[in-house]
């Protein structure tokens, strides 16, 4: 590697994602600013990039190449006053969201529980029934993979938001920053709504466990499915699953969530059982994918990312 040797790195480095399995990374680097981020960039552009790992499968045999953690790009800066943020991309979602809310700014207390950082819920527009990220977003700042210093400033009318997923007009930037406009108001009755979202995905997600979150996207029907829906409907994913009769099933360690059909989780007794493998879980993906499809003819997209060797 020729990267600048002020750059924090690490060979042969384990990556961090919330399912804890999966192989190592040739080389992990944690850039500290813009200029660290694109000189990483120039020498492998199509490094990957790591955000809280929290929808994020990495294979057993682990990658090649560079990953890229923005965990240090993590500058917070707010004002309650007019309600504007700047966050940058390797702040945690869950921690944003509580410093807004004690904060008395009204706008992410819907994220409440949702794992990822600014970059990957930016990437994504990270959201569910209670809103998405990409409403508050009024600026994205990031640095293009070849190697040029100075980051993009990309505003909002040229984002386009989309369900689970977000474009830059035409750039395909690595997000370093993000610009909210939140507004100001109660911070108590902020965190009551906080806290009342909290319980309600408590009880019906299992939170605690070991996941990536939601394992696929909710689909759009294409026909009328009856009880489901009519063409053109949203459908959740966790229906279908578990209206396909998989609650419960596991392939080794991995198991389809008896709480959350969409959750796919490593079981609490993994450990009496065999190892939790990332083949496991990703084999038990395109069981449930392949069950849905045979039972109603519907096409599941994953939503978690699986990283694997090119080769
Ligand atoms: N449902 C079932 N069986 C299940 C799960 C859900 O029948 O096993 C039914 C529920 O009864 C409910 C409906 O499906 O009527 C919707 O369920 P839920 O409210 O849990 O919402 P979801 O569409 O499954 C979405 C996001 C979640 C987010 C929640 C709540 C997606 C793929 N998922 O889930 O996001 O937490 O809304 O806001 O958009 C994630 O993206 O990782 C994620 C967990």
Same mark, same amino acid.
């Given at each position: 590697? @020729? ?13 961090? @994602? ?58 917070? !800066? ?13 702040? +945690?979602?869950?921690?944003? /969201? ?84 939140? @507004? ?16 309600? +995905?408590?009880?019906?997600? $299992?939170?605690?466990? +070991? ?8 689909? =759009? ?14 459908? $959740?994913?966790?229906?279908l699953i578990e209206?396909?009769?998989c +609650?419960?099933?596991? =392939? ?9 059909a ?26 449930v994918?392949?069950? /849905?499809?045979?039972?109603?003819? /519907? ?6 990312? =699986?990283?694997?060797? !090119? !080769?």
């Open positions: 590697m @020729t990267i600048d040797l002020a750059i924090s790195m690490i060979e042969d480095a384990p990556i961090p @994602t919330w399912y804890r399995v999966g192989g190592t990374a040739e080389c992990l680097a944690f850039p500290a600013s813009e200029q660290q981020l694109a000189a990483c960039l120039e020498d492998e552009p199509n490094a990957n990039i790591l955000g809280d790992g929290a929808n994020l499968l990495v294979d057993d045999e682990g990658i090649d190449g560079l990953v890229i953690s923005l965990r240090s790009l993590n500058e917070v !800066s707010l004002d309650p006053a007019t309600g504007f943020v700047t966050v940058g991309a390797g702040i +945690k979602l869950p921690r944003l /969201v509580l410093d807004t809310v004690r904060a008395g700014l009204a706008g992410l207390q819907g994220l409440g529980g949702i794992p990822a950082t600014i970059g990957g819920a930016t990437a994504m527009n990270a959201g569910g029934r209670y809103g998405s990220f990409g409403d508050c977003i009024t600026r994205v700042w990031g640095v293009t993979r070849d190697g040029r210093p100075e980051p993009v400033e990309i505003p909002r009318d040229d984002i386009d938001f989309g369900y689970r997923n977000a474009t830059f007009a035409g750039v395909d930037p690595v997000i370093t920053r993000v610009e909210l406009k939140l @507004t100001p108001g109660n911070p108590e009755a902020l965190r009551s709504e906080l806290k009342s979202i909290m319980t309600a +995905k408590a009880e019906s997600q $299992p939170l605690g466990a +070991k996941s990536a979150g939601c394992a696929f996207k909710n689909p =759009v029907l294409d026909r009328d499915l009856g009880e489901f829906g009519a063409s053109g409907s949203q459908v $959740p994913a966790g229906k209206r396909a009769g +609650k419960g099933i596991r =392939v080794g360690s991995a198991q389809v969530s008896p709480r959350h969409n959750f796919i989780t490593i079981a609490p007794d993994a450990r009496h059982d065999a190892p939790p493998r990332a083949r496991d879980i990703i084999d038990l993906m395109e069981i994918a392949a069950r /849905v499809y045979d039972r109603f003819g /519907v096409s599941l997209e994953r939503e978690v990312k =699986v990283w694997r060797r !090119s !080769s």
